[in-house]
């Protein structure tokens, strides 16, 4: 069986340097590293009076790890905007939370190496439980200044709307 239907030529899997975040309907700018979409399925295990020595396993609750986004400090306000409506500390007494519209459904999205759009996963519920606006500073590095952005969700699906595409072929050079 080939692991790609509509492009059979195709042997290699999908690199991972290629995406979008979208949030609010738009790409969210600069993002540089999103960590893998992780669930875990507690394990519940019983056994009836009668039965062998040996207990019996099922399925128990089911935990979606958060998801952590990274992007180089620039003058894009959507980290910060998104941060300050789970707690805003210069709002005052009664009025740190915005209850309306802190939660968002956030979208990744995966791109072949030639930019087409392969895989999309939809994270529902999200919020910002950590947000780091600058990061450590050192007179004698070399690095980006990288924020980050830690999403709590309730869990995530992908968009099976999102079709594997047709690859344009290499020209010959």
């Not at 500073?137 to 047709?166: F, K």
Request: overall charge negative; glycine content about 8%.
């Amino acid at each position: 069986m080939t692991q790609f239907t509509v492009n059979a030529q195709r042997f290699d899997p999908y690199k991972t340097f290629k995406f979008r975040v979208k949030w609010d309907g738009h790409v969210v700018a600069g993002i540089s590293r999103v960590s893998g979409l992780k669930r875990t399925t507690a394990v519940v295990e019983h056994r009836e009076g009668g039965d062998p020595s040996s207990s019996r396993k099922s399925p128990g609750q089911t935990e979606y790890a958060p998801v952590t986004l990274e992007r180089g400090v620039t003058h894009d306000t959507a980290f910060e905007e998104w941060a300050i409506k789970v707690v805003n500390s210069g709002a005052g007494l009664g009025n740190e939370v915005s209850l309306r519209d802190f939660r968002k459904d956030t979208v990744i999205e995966l791109l072949n190496e030639a930019g087409q759009l392969v895989l999309a996963y939809k994270l529902f519920r999200c919020w910002p439980s950590e947000y780091v606006a600058l990061p450590d500073l050192y007179s004698d590095g070399e690095t980006v200044a990288i924020q980050t952005l830690v999403l709590q969700n309730e869990g995530w699906a992908r968009d099976t709307s999102v079709v594997e595409p047709h690859e344009p072929a290499l020209s010959p050079g």
